[in-house]
């Protein structure tokens, strides 16, 4: 049996798949067209291929995610889809009826893109045909069955049931290895191979969202992780991959509007690249870049005071010690001078194009935005299991006792009104200054939005992050109860408005017991902090 003949029974078995769950299937399907945006971080302009696109139906979701800016081209196998599509008036994309691999041009695609078409025993074999197909540095993505996954293991195991359940004769299940394997074999670097998506197709659509909420661990989890329903295939061609210049400030009355706050530490080898992101992608929104150097012991400083010789709009702040982020976030944004301030990591070079979310946020009226790395549209690469872990019991606490539809107030990125910002105030020192960030503006009652991005874990060339999680996490935990203590003795620190509560003897001095201690470990957190600093400064003597 031939590829393409492989191809044409994996596009029918597929589409049956798809049409057999009506309730979940357009979830799902949207799911994977938002992890081909955040994956790739595509910009308007680049070219998609689409492998397999049946009767469109996966199409459609691409094309609304990627907002029609982007060349589609779907590949279409059997004509009895080709015949139906040619109906469709999908905004940049053009259906094409493939029978031969060879129609198709070499090196004519930024990206390649699939679900369940790939899992075929000729896989190797379209990997192959697939390389011609990409630019130099081009990539691709695909989601595929698991092989390891129960159901997919029953069906490839018991071949009649297999195809009694309307699988392909050529259908498989993927194997992490053997796939590495062969992506390498052919040429392809940067493989990733994750299990995805776990989330059962008859799970009813009313109960989604809360079941995804706790896929987010499973997914993440070890060992669990493994009996996902899909492999999630992201693969790139080696080569020169330098994108297009594209401007996504889109919205006039942002012009010259915002001030973007970075605070960072030992940051030389990202700074350069992340003005020059930011300037290029973002140019007509800056109203100036504020790096804020917290003490940097590399070039840090250095490196911003050449790039600021070239480019006024870029300001350094050199922070004398002690060190600390929530101490350089404070600094930054008292030395800003735009009508909002966007405040970002460094190391949030790869995500520059999600940035535009959040200032269509804004643009609609809004005090502010926060990038959620847990809303239901996220999409998470290779984020520690740990770090899933603490963050979603950070958030169940917070969700139980201040904020019940809150997902991801700790992330350094958001977008608000300056003055938001400039009156907050920050008590912590450190990396749970991101809490107070995000969950103070909320409980004051300003309007603001949680939007989808991705997380993708720092690449080598980009140095190592100073967040450690066993560090960090007690201080997010008394933070949260210090602002959890503040709202119960009443929230005039946060409302607008504030709204006085009668207070009965009993929870009087209940509150008085957990003042007097929640005093103690104030005010041992600020015996222990000037004992480190002193010793640090005894140590320099």
Not at 88 to 95: G, Q, S
Request: hydrophobic content about 40%; overall charge neutral.
């Amino acid at each position: 049996m031939s590829l393409e003949q492989n191809l044409r029974d994996m596009e029918v078995a597929r589409e049956n798949y798809w049409r057999r769950y009506p309730k979940t299937s357009p979830i799902k399907l949207r799911w994977r067209a938002l992890s081909v945006r955040h994956c790739f971080h595509v910009l308007p302009g680049e070219s998609i291929l689409e492998l397999g696109a049946g009767s469109g139906l996966w199409t459609e979701h691409l094309t609304n995610v990627l907002r029609g800016e982007n060349p589609i081209t779907a590949a279409v196998f059997n004509e009895e889809f080709a015949d139906s599509v040619a109906e469709k008036n999908l905004p940049n994309t053009k259906f094409v009826h493939v029978t031969n691999f060879d129609e198709l041009p070499s090196e004519s695609f930024d990206y390649i893109v699939g679900t369940a078409i790939l899992c075929h025993n000729r896989y190797a074999q379209n990997l192959a045909a697939l390389y011609r197909l990409l630019k130099p540095g081009g990539q691709l993505l695909f989601f595929e069955a698991n092989y390891w996954n129960p159901q997919v293991f029953l069906k490839n195991t018991i071949r009649s049931l297999g195809r009694w359940s309307g699988e392909a004769e050529c259908q498989i299940g993927m194997r992490k290895f053997q796939l590495m394997k062969q992506a390498s074999h052919q040429g392809y670097t940067h493989t990733e191979i994750v299990p995805y998506d776990i989330v059962h197709p008859l799970t009813p659509r009313s109960l989604i969202s809360a079941v995804q909420s706790t896929a987010f661990i499973l997914e993440h989890a070890p060992v669990i992780r493994e009996f996902c329903g899909t492999l999630y295939i992201w693969l790139v061609k080696p080569g020169n991959s330098r994108r297009r210049s594209v401007n996504l400030a889109t919205h006039p009355e942002l012009f010259k509007s915002t001030s973007f706050v970075i605070p960072c530490h030992n940051e030389e080898m990202n700074i350069p690249r992340l003005i020059d992101g930011l300037i290029e992608t973002y140019g007509d929104y800056i109203h100036e870049i504020v790096i804020v150097n917290d003490n940097s012991t590399d070039r840090t400083s250095e490196v911003t005071r050449k790039i600021a010789e070239r480019e006024p709009r870029v300001k350094l702040v050199d922070r004398k010690p002690p060190n600390g982020v929530g101490r350089a976030l404070r600094d930054g944004y008292a030395a800003a001078t735009g009508r909002y301030i966007l405040t970002m990591d460094c190391d949030f070079l790869l995500i520059l194009p999600e940035f535009r979310d959040l200032f269509d946020s804004i643009a609609t009226g809004r005090d502010g935005a926060i990038g959620s790395r847990f809303s239901y549209e996220s999409m998470l690469i290779n984020y520690p299991f740990f770090k899933v872990l603490c963050n979603r019991a950070f958030h169940l606490l917070v969700n139980l006792t201040l904020l019940s539809d809150v997902r991801d107030v700790s992330n350094n990125l958001k977008l608000y009104r300056a003055e938001i910002l400039k009156q907050l105030e920050i008590e912590e020192p450190h990396f749970a200054a991101n809490m107070e960030t995000g969950l103070k503006p909320l409980l004051a009652g300003y309007d603001i939005e949680e939007v989808p991005i991705s997380w993708i874990n720092r690449t080598v060339d980009m140095g190592e992050s100073s967040f450690k999680i066993f560090k960090v996490a007690p201080n997010y935990f008394w933070a949260l109860m210090r602002t959890i203590w503040k709202v119960w003795r009443g929230r005039s620190k946060f409302k607008k408005q504030s709204v006085t509560q009668p207070q009965t003897v009993q929870s009087a001095e209940a509150a008085g017991e957990f003042e007097e201690a929640f005093s103690d470990l104030s005010q041992l957190d600020a015996s222990l902090e000037n004992s480190r600093i002193n010793n640090k400064s005894a140590k320099a003597r």
